[in-house]
């Protein structure tokens, strides 16, 4: 099995035939033209225009001041610098809360330029809302475990999944959101074993976050995988590439060979 990358531009279905093949997905977050064009050069899979924009470019305490003119701004600027990558664009805080709001935020992010939307949750309306905008031909990504926007329920950003119930929770989630349509599950700050038992079952590609080495992929903030100083706390989950890369352009490709190789994450950065 090859772990190259493909150079044709990545696809929805290639999500699924990458993980038939054995091979790694490496997801970054972009929030402009200049290091989009960085990340797709280095073979960043997938690129996402994450609401995390509004912690670590506008300088919010969380992602729910975000909107979606905020989010189709720099979806318009990041696809100007992708050739190969697919471009995932969040839905921010409440653009989900109906069916029909999600297919307005969708249909604004795809036409600048996104070619999947990310929605968080798999409560009784985000499950219609997937429903909603599968049915109407466009790919959705699935979140869960730690989903940022709940922060204000959970009372901070804390490992999701680790007591029985909730794990249970978690497993029947994660095949309810892809038998509504998603084609794609983000796994956040979730047991590794836990991740590995969802990624086994799950009918569609997982990438994880602080979710364990065996997801399909995995995803990483853009300023954490550069050692930034975000203005937040660090997680267990990051590790700086720019420190050993020498460059954004070689942290990049080192991050991408770390996932690819196996390599990243490793046990000191998963959550048992």
Not at 227 to 255: E, M
């Amino acid at each position: 099995m090859s772990n190259a990358a493909p150079a044709k531009p990545m696809t929805v279905p290639d999500l699924a035939q990458a993980r038939r093949a054995g091979r790694r997905l490496a997801m970054l977050t972009a929030y402009d033209a200049g290091f989009a064009r960085v990340l797709d050069a280095a073979g960043v899979d997938i690129v996402l225009v994450g609401d995390s924009l509004g912690m670590v470019v506008q300088g919010h305490a969380s992602t729910l001041p975000v909107s979606v003119d905020d989010i189709a701004y720099h979806v318009r600027a990041v696809a100007g610098g992708l050739h190969r990558a697919l471009l995932v664009a969040d839905l921010p805080f409440q653009a989900d809360a109906t069916p029909e709001r999600a297919l307005d935020a969708a249909t604004r992010l795809l036409q600048a330029g996104a070619g999947m939307v990310k929605l968080e949750g798999a409560g009784p309306h985000k499950l219609a809302a997937i429903r909603f905008l599968s049915a109407r031909e466009i790919p959705v990504s699935a979140h869960l475990g730690l989903t940022p926007q709940s922060v204000l329920r959970f009372g901070g950003y804390k490992v999701q999944g680790r007591e029985a119930d909730a794990a249970d929770r978690l497993r029947v989630d994660a095949l309810a959101v892809a038998e509504a349509g998603a084609s794609l599950l983000v796994l956040e700050c979730v047991p590794s074993a836990l991740a590995a038992e969802i990624t086994r079952v799950s009918p569609v590609p997982t990438i994880g976050i602080g979710a364990g080495p065996d997801c399909d992929g995995q995803v990483l903030v853009l300023h954490d995988m550069l050692g930034l100083d975000s203005g937040h706390r660090r997680p267990k989950f990051v590790k700086d590439f720019l420190a050993g890369g020498g460059s954004v352009a070689g942290a990049a490709r080192a991050y991408v060979e770390a996932v690819r190789e196996g390599r990243f994450p490793g046990p000191e950065h998963a959550y048992d």
